[in-house]
């Protein structure tokens, strides 16, 4: 079965869609983050990116952006 990625951040219009036939978990949460860094100009580890989306019925919704943490 195909599985889709979204993203659906709150309060952010984005529209970011990603549907594939044949992809594993793993892909796709490398899509998710490379998503997250070009777009969102945030860079996710992969404990991070597996938080932020969530995934039902071969469905991966990105629902939340991270704090981004204080840098000096
Ligand atoms: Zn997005």
Known sequence: MGKKLECKIEGIPCKFKVEAEDMSDDEFF??????????????????????????KENRFTIIELPEVPPRR
């Not at 969102?40 to 989306?53: A, P, T």
């Open 30 to 55: 490398r899509i998710a983050q490379e998503h997250m860094k070009r777009a969102h100009n945030r860079e996710l580890s992969d404990e991070e990116i597996r938080r932020v989306c969530k995934l």
